[in-house]
């Protein structure tokens, strides 16, 4: 039974900064890949950052520059990951889901939704202009 508690989210004027966190338990296996996705009214959920399996971060070419992955070693079964956010924008305004995957399915393929079964409650970040 995987557990996803995510935190962090906010509002913000344009060009504020937050940090999210998402801290996943359930599963002695660490993921395969974890990332980071967002759902703004009325659009789809687009993947913004994440790591594969390589540990090599990837980022959306809209949030480059700006958003920051980073991760703790694992440790007691508990992988946990952080979203440190930059120049907010208005455009940033979405709901932001943490999402995890045990299989080779988000081999490659670590920014697209379909590639993971697990997913957070997803956290609000609501940015002002």
């Known amino acids: 039974h995987v557990l996803f508690v995510e935190s962090g989210g906010g509002s913000v004027q344009a060009g504020g900064s937050l940090r999210l966190s998402c801290v996943v338990s359930g599963n002695t296996w660490s993921p395969y890949c974890m990332g980071w996705f967002r759902q703004a009214p009325g659009q789809e959920r687009e993947g913004v950052a994440g790591f594969g399996v390589d540990g090599n971060p990837r980022y959306t070419d809209s949030v480059k520059g700006r958003f920051t992955i980073s991760k703790d070693n694992a440790a007691n079964s508990v992988y946990t990951m952080y979203l440190q956010m930059t120049s907010l924008n208005p455009e940033d305004t979405a709901l932001y889901y943490c999402?995890?995957?045990?299989?080779?399915?988000?081999?490659?393929?670590?920014?697209?939704?379909?590639?993971?079964?697990?997913w957070g409650q997803g956290t609000q970040v609501t940015v002002s202009s």
């Open positions: 999402a995890a995957e045990w299989t080779g399915a988000c081999r490659s393929r670590v920014l697209v939704e379909s590639a993971y079964t697990y």
